[in-house]
């Protein structure tokens, strides 16, 4: 029996801006179009969270409601 591996499309990634805590031992983070808040609350260890860069695969949120 010969099972092959199929060559997977590379998913295209880009720097996604997303909201990381800021506690050292807590790894939590989300995409920042995809927070309820403006400054959320880690909902892990209920620390401050901190707008950093991270280079992740492209999504789009389309239940996001576009503030005008």
Known sequence: MYFSKKNM???PEEQT???MCST???TCWMRENFSF???PICPICKSVMVREMKMLPNLTNTNKKEHK
Do not use: D, G
């Open 24 to 26: 050292e031992n807590c």
């Open 17 to 19: 801006s997303v909201w």
């Open 9 to 11: 499309e590379a998913v």
């Open 37 to 39: 808040e403006e400054s």
